[in-house]
Every structure is written in structure tokens, then in C-alpha cells.
């Protein structure tokens, strides 16, 4: 697994370890492609060739347009897009090879129906939306699968921190009438990599409790 930072993971990859796994933790920008291609190299050198790429790596910027920065469109984009055009090219080349593999590409709820004062990750989202239909249809005579999940509104420590009303307010617009859990999006991830998904591809997959149908 990967981050830009090495403090954010590393106690993960541990967990990994103590549990009967294999994990390697290192540090990279997902929009830097020569770290991107140091840290494919690493992997390979460890555990050979990738079966499954899960592209999660996401910024957020927010500002509405009129007032946005140009820096704050391009550090979304070349986060939540470039790096997913940089990461899956590098390991792409191996899965048709191989004549298997999985991406995932993690989009979101807003990607499908916008949101104010997020136009750059918005944008980003969709865009990924689009990029993983166009690459199933690329990979999938060489049985390489590429899906999406859109995830609505998840329980994190950002969402923990709203205040009571406008969480409340949000709740009531889900008719699941809650916020989704990291293990909803994970059992997403894990289906669209299994054995069982083999005759799923180009297909997003929303994890949002009905927000968006």
C-alpha cells in the first residue's frame, strides 16, 4: 500500500502482518508518475506481478467556481485523475500479459449528481466515471475487469465533525436514513475483485443507501 505519507499506512500494513498477510507500506505521490513507477517496481520486486488495482487515492479542494484558484482545480485533478491515468498504466501491461486482473476506480455519489462548490473533484469523479467504462471496454477481451464504486456519504472523522443539524439534515435526504461505514465501501471493493465479479465490468456500483438512484 501506498500514501504520502508513511505514518498514515504503516499501522495498517502492520495489522496486515500480525493477521497472516503480506504487506509492504512505502511512500508516493499518486501524481507524481516516477514515484508511481518506483513504488510498481517495489511491489513487483516483492510480490510479483498485480492481479488487483484499487485506485483510492483523493483530494478535495472545495470552493465554488467564481472563487476557486487555479491551483486549487489542478491539485484536484492531477490527484484524483492524473494519478489514476498513471497508476493503471503502469500496471496494466502486466494483467493483459497475465490475461487477468481487476482495477477499481473509487468514484463518488457527486460525480453522478453534482455538487455545489466541489466542481473540480466533481469533475474529477466523472471524469474517472467515464475513464473506467472506456478502459473496460479497452481490456476486456483479455480478461481484465475495470468497475467503479461511487460511495455517498461516509462515516469518517470529517463527516463525525458536522454539526448536529446539517448531519441531520443529510441523514434525512438518504432513505437508508444514515451515513455509510468503511466496511460498506470495502465489501464493494472486495466483490468487484473476486472470483464471483469475473463477468462484471464497466459497471459503477453505488454504495450511497439510495441518495442516488
Known amino acids: 500500500m501506498a500514501a504520502r505519507s508513511l505514518s498514515a499506512i504503516q499501522e495498517c500494513a502492520e495489522a496486515i502482518r500480525k493477521n497472516g498477510g503480506a504487506s509492504l507500506a512505502f511512500q508516493m505521490d499518486i501524481s507524481n508518475p516516477d514515484q508511481i513507477k518506483e513504488g510498481i517496481a517495489q511491489i513487483r520486486e516483492h510480490f510479483g506481478e ?4 484499487v485506485n483510492n487515492a483523493g483530494i478535495v479542494r472545495d470552493n465554488l467556481l467564481l472563487r476557486m484558484k487555479e491551483e486549487e482545480w489542478k491539485a484536484v485533478l492531477s ?15 502486466g494483467m493483459i500479459r497475465q490475461r487477468f486482473g481487476r482495477v477499481i476506480n473509487i468514484a463518488s455519489v457527486v460525480g453522478q449528481m ?11 469523479k466523472s471524469g474517472l466515471i467515464g475513464f473506467t467504462k472506456a478502459l473496460a471496454r479497452e481490456l476486456g477481451g483479455r480478461n481484465v475487469t475495470v468497475n467503479a464504486v461511487a460511495p455517498g456519504f461516509i462515516e469518517t472523522d470529517m463527516t463525525r465533525d458536522l454539526p448536529e443539524k446539517t448531519r ?3 441523514e434525512a435526504s438518504i432513505p437508508l436514513r444514515r451515513l455509510g461505514s468503511v466496511e460498506d465501501v470495502a465489501f464493494g471493493v472486495r466483490f468487484l475483485a473476486s ?12 454504495i450511497n443507501g439510495g441518495m442516488y438512484m
Not at 50 to 53: E, G, H, K, T, V
Not at 117 to 124: D, L, P, R
Request: hydrophobic share 40%.
Open 114 to 124: 453534482g455538487n455545489a462548490g466541489q466542481t473540480n473533484y466533481v469533475a474529477s
Open 195 to 206: 472470483k464471483e465479479a469475473g463477468y462484471i465490468t464497466g459497471h459503477v456500483l453505488n
Open 168 to 170: 441531520s439534515e443529510l
Open 79 to 93: 490527484t484524483n485523475l492524473d494519478g489514476v491515468y498513471y497508476a493503471t498504466k503502469a500496471v496494466i501491461g
Open 50 to 53: 498485480i492481479d488487483i488495482l
